[in-house]
């Protein structure tokens, strides 16, 4: 916490295991933390029907050493996959999402917006754009078979959505080939109907089709077994509208006019040589992150053409910004952040939160600290409420000095066919899931 100056606390005070990244902040007290401790020994406890049967990690071999790190099943001849999908309910058909196409976009966004990710008091939920999505969906040597949706047959309308996107990996001293797994929504109405196993299914057997054995994903949820937990951090940049709606609350013995003052940020940033990144950058900023991403356990594997496509900047998109020095020229430092809004459900004032999520940062001659800052000045200036952070790579180093307060959700990281001998710890992570 950031003394008692920080968001004190979300409109509930307990934990809230279920939301995902959904911003909310919350007061870390030792409450909470025990009562975070019982509700995940908790969730040891449950049984888990699908996750059961799947090759990941299994709660009973939590601290079997005798276990080996790696593959937990080797690939089967693709001949051997099966070849047709898995059978939906009798209403639904498969369908696959073209999300090129603008009508199938609109529907896909559609959907998300209506039934995706909501904090647990449902005051929240995400609204991922339509550029987002498209970003999001199409990196370097995408499948589109792997954008799957669902529809009811009669009436066609889209219901449920799973998508993966190829990546590569590296764990520790091996780079795997994977998916990143990401949107899996089932509409509001359809829900606790065994429909998001069928789903994961689906994509793992078209995943499988193109001879990939492992995936990569994150859920605010526990099932088996986290490879990582992590927590996000709120450094509001728009304190008023922030309590106004419910995100944040006034700390205790704090006025509106002093907690504005306290998140003031200057006009311009302060580094010398610190702008935006422009497509000349890719190789220097791609032999920087590479450098850097090679300290974390688990980190992505990125080529020029990521960089191209994953930190170039693309309006209200992702934004990247760098340090050229003034004097060698040279590439030194990078920052960058997504865009995520969510909707804000039923408050008369505002409809939309516009949150900055960081992403990849690298810091070698500015120390991180301002070059976050930096990062935060500039997304107050192009208008966010509120600058997201997890407590991942070295980012837990600067966030209370930025006056970042603690979320009160949980980001489990997850591999799929991958077991790990041991939890990592969060700074150990070097992969961020949009
Ligand atoms: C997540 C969601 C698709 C699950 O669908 P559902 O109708 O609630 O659940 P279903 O009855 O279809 O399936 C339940 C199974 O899916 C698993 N499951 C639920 N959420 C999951 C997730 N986020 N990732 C992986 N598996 C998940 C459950 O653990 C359960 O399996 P188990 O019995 O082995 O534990 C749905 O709740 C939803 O759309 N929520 C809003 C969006 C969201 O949270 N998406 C996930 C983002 S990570």
Known sequence: ?????????????????????????????????????????LSLGKKHKFWETQPVGQFRDLGDTSLPEGPIEQPTPLSEVKQEPYNLPSPYEWTTCDIDNEDTCIEVYNLLTNNYVEDDENMFRFNYSREFLRWALRPPGYFKSWHIGVRVKVSKKLVAFITGVPARIRVRDDVVKMTEINFLCVHKKLRSKRL?????????????????????????????TPIATCQYWHRSLNPKKLIDVGFSRLGARMTMSRTIKLYKLPESTTTPGFRKMELRDVPAVTRLLRNYLSQFAVAPDFDE?????????????????????????????????????????????????????????VST??????????????????DYDVFNALDIMHNESILKELKFG?????????????RMSNALKPSELGLVLL
């Open 1 to 41: 916490m950031v003394g008692s100056n920080s968001p004190s606390g979300s409109p509930g005070e307990t934990p809230k295991p279920n939301s995902d990244a959904i911003p909310h902040p919350d007061n870390d007290s030792a409450i909470e933390a025990v009562t975070q401790r019982v509700q995940d020994s």
């Open 196 to 224: 998001a196993p069928v789903m994961i299914k689906e994509v793992t057997r078209r995943v499988h089709l193109e001879n990939i054995w492992q995936a990569a994903y994150t859920a605010g949820v526990v099932i088996p």
């Open 305 to 361: 053409n990521d960089v191209e496509h994953w930190l170039l900047p693309k309006e209200n998109v992702v934004d990247s910004y760098l340090v050229e020095s003034p004097d060698t020229r040279e590439i030194t430092d990078f920052c960058s952040f997504y865009t995520l809004p969510s909707s804000i459900l039923g408050n008369q004032n505002y409809s939309t939160l516009k949150a900055a999520y960081s992403y990849y940062n």
């Open 365 to 382: 001659q500015t120390p991180l600290l301002q070059l976050i800052n930096d990062a935060l000045i500039v997304a107050k200036h192009n």
């Open 406 to 418: 603690p979320g009160d959700g949980q980001l489990h990281y997850y591999l799929y066919n991958y």
